[in-house]
């Protein structure tokens, strides 16, 4: 009997990428591939890259770099880049690494297998295509790998053209996966054993299809028995539909958690980013959304240091956090990216942005802290994902996707369980079980 040969896959940036290295490793899979833990003893190395940010796409080279000596030493081990960085330069990155057999975009995943046979033949080969057929019907069905809670890319691209982002462009535009096929495969995921979906889209909730829109694909996904939780990310303000909104008030299984990535507080600085909504559009949008789901944990992105940024407009994005008040957010330096409309105009001193970083990071590290607090003594929802560390401890996400650990030595991932919050830290909860 042949050895199935390995294949090792390092993910860089969002869940969009998480779920496509999972479509990648079902597609080599059918090629006899099966995933390892570690580049040195794969026959395959597959960097699944990230374009957003300048450092995100350097990160990939100096990686691609240490590759160089397993290379050496195994002739016969085949080294791909996949995702935006590959989408991005395509052929430069054959230039400017020798050691690199293939680079696929994001669209052209499918096409893997019989990419591989070339290179395997000795060959170095790019697809970097926006091809005609739809990726999805090319790949082979789903094997769910991270246990009760699983990924549903159901939307894919961005047509929104924020002066600072490269996503439109490594990305394509907007397209939503077709409803039926996102039933079916949710159906699946269930039959496996999954209950809790995340449905993913670089604009998840511009997601529309055969007359529905997000809300209307949430409640149908809702009916799936077996299916207990449903989430989706990440969402543009813009394209919070009513419909949604009201979901949230009504679809018991829609967990009370959005992100909703805002950018600025100030006016001026939106327009500038091409962002097309107000800050006070935002609060009022927050407003209605709360009195949909009133306990909604809301969290964020922000862009410290975009061009032109003053002080009176980084002053307006700490008044915007105040107003909201976040659960936690993510928050970045500006990085001009080639290409994109905000690259062109001049950058701001680089230590002005470290400090403005700083102080925003401090502002939401305190509404983390307090949002984490206000947990105790609550009882939540907690779906078990895996074993912690300690002996009989379970992980697993509260209905507000903190992390909880709970001491449970007879319960199993997949139990979604009744917790009393008994320990709030920085970045989880613990808590004993008081109920199925
Ligand atoms: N579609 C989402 C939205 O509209 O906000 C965001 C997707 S993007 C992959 C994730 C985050 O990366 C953005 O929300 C933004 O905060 C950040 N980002 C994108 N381009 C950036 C850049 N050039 N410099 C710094 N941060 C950037
Ligand atoms: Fe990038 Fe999001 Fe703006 Fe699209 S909406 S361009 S993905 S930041």
Redesign the pocket.
């Given at each position: 009997m042949t050895e199935a040969r390995k294949l090792f896959i390092k993910t860089y940036?969002?869940q969009m990428n998480v779920y496509d290295s999972e479509r990648m490793a079902e597609a080599l899979g059918a090629k006899g591939y099966v995933l390892t833990d570690t580049a040195d003893d794969a026959d395959m190395v597959l960097l699944n890259t990230?374009h957003?940010?300048?450092k995100a796409a350097e990160k990939v080279y100096s990686d691609l770099g240490r590759l160089r000596p397993l290379k050496l030493s195994k002739p016969d081990l085949k080294i791909g880049v996949a995702g935006c960085v590959a989408q991005a330069e395509g052929e430069e990155i054959l230039k400017r690494m020798p050691l690199v057999d293939l680079v696929v975009g994001p669209q052209s995943y499918h096409r893997l297998p019989d990419m591989l046979e070339r290179a395997e033949a000795g060959a170095r080969v790019v697809d970097t295509d926006f091809p005609e057929e739809d990726k999805f019907d090319h790949l082979p069905e789903r094997k769910v790998t991270r246990g009760p809670s699983a990924f549903l890319t159901v939307q894919e691209g961005?047509d929104?053209f924020?002066a600072?982002?490269?996503?439109p462009y490594t990305r394509g535009a907007e397209v939503s996966r077709p409803f039926a096929r996102l039933m079916d495969e949710a159906r699946a995921l269930v039959g496996k054993g999954v209950r809790e979906i995340t449905l993913l889209g670089?604009?998840v909730n511009a997601w529309s299809n055969d007359g529905r829109g997000l809300g209307g694909l949430i409640r149908e996904l809702a009916r799936i028995d077996g299916l207990e939780r449903l989430r989706y990310t990440?969402?543009?303000?813009n394209d919070m539909a009513e419909d949604l909104i009201e979901a949230h008030g009504t679809e018991p299984k829609l967990m009370p958690y959005l992100h909703l990535?805002?950018?600025s507080g100030s006016d001026r600085i939106l327009k500038a980013m091409n962002?097309k909504h107000t800050a006070e559009q935002y609060l009022r949008l927050v407003e209605r959304i709360r009195a949909a789901r009133p306990d909604i944990l809301l969290t964020s992105?922000?862009?410290v240091g975009f061009p032109g940024e003053t002080d009176t407009d980084f002053e307006a994005t700490l008044d915007l956090i105040r107003a909201v008040g976040f659960g936690s957010a993510?928050?970045?330096?500006?990085?001009?990216?080639p290409g994109?409309p905000?690259a062109e105009k001049p950058e701001l001193p680089a230590d002005l942005c470290d400090a403005r970083l700083q102080t925003l990071q401090a502002l939401l590290s305190e509404q983390q802290r307090a949002t984490q607090e206000a947990m105790l003594g609550r009882e939540l929802g907690v779906l078990y994902e895996k074993a912690g560390r300690m002996p009989g401890q379970m992980v697993g996400k509260s209905d507000y996707l903190h992390a909880v650990h709970v001491a449970d030595a007879e319960a199993r991932p997949g139990d979604l369980v009744r917790v009393r919050i008994t320990a709030s830290g920085p970045n989880s909860l613990a808590g004993e079980r008081i109920g199925a």
């Open positions: 940036g969002c990230c957003i940010r300048e961005c929104k924020c600072f982002c490269v996503v670089q604009n990440t969402s543009h303000p990535p805002v950018q962002r992105d922000f862009i993510f928050s970045f330096k500006y990085s001009a990216r994109t905000a």
